[in-house]
């Protein structure tokens, strides 16, 4: 099947955005030459799986693995995009070579910031990362873990597990700017339980030189262990877009169809679009799947491809407890518990001011579209 002009689409990341629009293309009828480029050496895999079960003891190396591409595109794998022509429509790469396109997917996604350049602060980003944390914790060493989100809190749980003492170094109480105060405490209360040492700051950074590497709080608190690590959020990778007057503020603006032109689309980290409150970057594993759809279609289909209706999917597993969670967070108040309740597995439910609802389901079996139900319901 032919797609109108569109014969070479170049896709620009091999991260699961990139992986998930080479497979929507091929499944909406392009049947032209593709090409993957990828930065990494490895096959596309699941980045969620990095800081919950591959950083066990006994896990069996698997878990981060995706099934097999059936794309069927050219893969340029350990290879770096470096700029876009726009005028002549061509993708540089790093080795020299430049791939001309009729379409191109950018989606090079983001890299871990760091608090310092020392080579002693580690950051879990990549699979490569993954393994070097979990060789370093086959020795049991002492952790500081700075950065109380939902991956510091993952890497620390992940720690613990592996028989390492650790302590967390959180601005205010962790996970409570991600999920609100009820949830965030539940969390808390299970990581303590655990052993976990957490210390709350106003800042913190990483100093001294490699082999002496310490955590110094704001207060002048000096925190020294064996494995220092950060999680403190990522930077989106726009730098080789520099020159094309695509991006503001590190950003790719795009519109409600992922195009941030025609023949242009922007999916995954790097990209903010718009959403019922206001248009967002959402980093989150979910986005990525959903933008890259619907930019696929968008590219070959146009306006006659249907717009993103995104509804945001949150998924956490640490110090034994899993978290699903449907629709906008943080969330404010006492949840309406629809099954369980404190304490145990409980299926439960929040209303926002606006009237949008979120649901969550913790240590509860419920499949995501009876959760997706339930917002509605709560709307």
């Not at 302590?167 to 009820?182: D, K, N």
Request: proline share 6%.
């Amino acid at each position: 099947m032919s797609t109108g002009d569109v014969r070479r689409v170049v896709v620009v990341g091999n991260g699961i955005a990139g992986v998930t629009a080479a497979d929507t293309l091929r499944e909406a009828g392009f049947d032209g030459d593709l090409t993957v480029v990828g930065d990494e050496p490895h096959a596309a895999y699941s980045r969620p799986a990095l800081s919950k079960a591959l950083l066990r003891e006994g896990d069996d190396m698997t878990t981060h693995r995706l099934p097999p591409a059936g794309h069927g595109a050219q893969e340029l794998l350990g290879v770096r995009a470096t700029g876009l022509d726009l005028e002549r429509r061509l993708v540089h790469l790093d080795d020299g070579t430049a791939l001309p396109y009729d379409r191109v997917v950018l989606a090079t996604g983001s890299r871990a910031r760091r608090l310092s350049a020392l080579p002693d602060e580690l950051t879990l980003r990549g699979l490569d990362d993954a393994l070097l944390l979990r060789s370093r914790l086959a020795d049991h060493p002492s952790v500081v873990v700075v950065g109380g989100g939902p991956l510091g809190m993952e890497i620390a749980s992940g720690c613990l597990s592996g028989g390492c003492r650790v302590t967390l170094v959180s601005q205010g109480a962790p996970l409570s700017r991600q999920l609100g105060p009820y949830l965030a405490g539940v969390f808390l209360e299970a990581a303590l339980g655990q052993g976990l040492t957490v210390v709350e700051t106003a800042s913190a950074r990483i100093e001294g030189a490699e082999g002496t590497t310490r955590v110094v709080l704001d207060d002048g608190m000096v925190l020294e262990a064996e494995t220092i690590l950060s999680a403190v959020g990522d930077v989106p990778n726009t730098e080789w877009l520099g020159d094309t007057g695509l991006t503001a503020g590190g950003l790719v603006s795009v519109d409600s169809r992922c195009l941030v032109r025609p023949e242009i689309a922007a999916v995954g980290d790097l990209a903010i679009f718009p959403t019922s409150r206001g248009p967002r970057r959402i980093p989150l594993w979910s986005s990525a799947i959903e933008q890259a759809k619907v930019a696929a279609r968008a590219l070959l289909l146009g306006e006659q491809a249907p717009p993103l209706e995104f509804q945001p999917y949150f998924w956490t597993e640490q110090f034994g407890l899993s978290l699903k969670a449907v629709g906008d967070l943080p969330l404010e108040g006492e949840p309406e518990y629809v099954d369980g309740g404190p304490g145990g597995p409980a299926l439960m439910r929040w209303t926002h001011a606006d009237g949008t609802g979120v649901a969550a389901a913790l240590n509860h079996r419920t499949p995501i579209p009876r959760l997706r139900r339930m917002t509605r319901a709560a709307a």
